[in-house]
């Protein structure tokens, strides 16, 4: 069942020159608008499911996007983006089982590296790595969030300590 949203937080918008978002994302409350191309470039999971047929029919409430997916929380407590004709109308509310905030600052990072958007990762952001490439395995968007993550380490050196302290920790 998709989250529903209690304060409606500014949305999260990649853009690029000659190119305007064409897909709304509600993640866990939070709105990506985002860049098909882009996606299905970068993201195999996006490249075969965002133009599939198995998807109801859907007019997008919003006219501005070609696409409307949100998040639909699974009985287990994952989580995952739905188009939204798919998402099914439920008495059940499932419970997530990660922190919210932490999904969708991970999922920012993955919609980053796949826009091609500079981001920094905060010294205590190890979480959000994880996060992040965990959502990027899901999405199939493994070698653009590695290209992306390895120019921040290399600019962030204090970062790869932190790695290391924790890796050498557990």
């Given amino acids: 069942m998709a989250s529903p949203k209690t304060n409606f937080p500014p949305p999260i918008i990649f853009t690029s020159r000659g190119v305007k ?46 696409y409307h997916w949100g998040t639909n929380i699974d009985k287990d407590g994952s989580w995952g983006l739905v188009s939204i004709g798919c998402l099914e109308e439920s008495e059940e509310n499932h419970e997530l089982k990660e922190d919210a905030q932490i999904q969708v600052e991970g999922f920012r990072v993955l919609m980053c590296a796949i826009h091609s958007t500079p981001f920094a990762i905060a010294i205590d952001g190890i979480e959000v790595l994880d996060t992040a490439t965990i959502l990027a395995d899901y999405y199939r968007a493994l070698p653009i969030l590695s290209i992306a993550v390895s120019a921040v380490l290399f600019s962030r050196p204090d970062f790869l300590f932190e790695i290391q302290s924790i890796a050498c920790a557990s």
Avoid: R, Y
């Fill in 21 to 66: 978002p064409d897909v709304l994302l509600e993640v866990l409350g939070q709105d990506f608008h985002v860049m098909s191309p882009a996606l299905k470039i970068h993201s195999a999971f996006f490249a075969a499911f965002l133009d599939s047929s198995n998807k109801a029919p859907t007019t997008p409430a919003n006219p501005n996007f070609k």
